[in-house]
């Protein structure tokens, strides 16, 4: 008999492209990765599958998605995107990526979470942080400061961050006691890119 072809999500070639440059074992992944490109190209779904990947291939993975609000990535946004039909295509190929906690408020945090079973047997980790469009440099370092991360999704960065400042109090949250520098990762969305970051590989306008 033929052997069983390995499960792969239902993306197209240049989301593929996408995933295999943010791929843990992918030995040239750059730590910033940064998709722009128009409106309805599919920059969000690529990216969504993206984080179900690192999700289910790293150990006690720690991933958010950052949002300008809560609303705007629950009510039709990543956050739905993800929660919805995403992560569910991933546990319906049944390979082992399950839900170990189906999407969630907190009690005292009111963040919104859910968990997965990944390939190491451990729990993954996604939840939903949000700072609104010209926070200042105190509040955005309160919200992160002292949280530790292994990927993170910063949805539309170039239409609401206006300086490097956040970018920078963000990454020092890639801190994974357990995780080599090179394992972590930040992937940026933006339909308008004004970067001066050297280290940040951007995926050609059709991604």
Same mark, same amino acid.
């Given at each position: ?154 949805? %539309? ?5 206006? $300086? ?6 963000? !990454? @020092?949250?890639? +801190? &994974? =006691?357990?995780?080599?520098?090179? %394992? ?5 969305? $933006? ?6 970051? !050297? @280290?940040?590989? +951007? &995926? =050609?306008?059709?991604?």
């Amino acid at each position: 008999m033929p052997e069983a072809q390995p499960w792969r999500p239902n993306t197209s070639p240049k989301q593929d492209e996408l995933r295999w440059l943010c791929h843990p074992r992918n030995p040239n992944k750059p730590k910033f990765v940064c998709v722009s490109g128009p409106r309805k190209s599919s920059k969000t779904f690529g990216c969504m599958h993206v984080l179900c990947e690192h999700l289910w291939e790293t150990d006690r993975a720690r991933a958010g998605i950052i949002s300008p609000t809560v609303t705007s990535a629950a009510d039709g946004g990543c956050w739905q995107l993800i929660t919805e039909e995403v992560i569910p295509h991933w546990v319906a190929g049944d390979f082992g990526f399950e839900w170990i906690d189906e999407p969630y408020q907190e009690g005292v945090s009111k963040k919104l979470k859910c968990s997965i079973r990944n390939r190491h047997g451990t729990k993954s980790t996604l939840q939903l942080e949000s700072f609104r469009d010209g926070a200042t440099e105190k509040e955005v370092s309160a919200r992160f400061k002292n949280k530790m991360f292994s990927a993170l999704y910063w949805s %539309e960065v170039g239409t609401w961050v206006h $300086s490097q400042t956040p970018f920078d109090i963000i !990454t @020092d949250c890639f +801190r &994974m =006691p357990h995780l080599k520098r090179h %394992e972590h990762l930040i992937d940026r969305k $933006s339909t308008r890119l004004n970067s001066s970051h !050297t @280290d940040i590989s +951007r &995926m =050609p306008s059709s991604a």
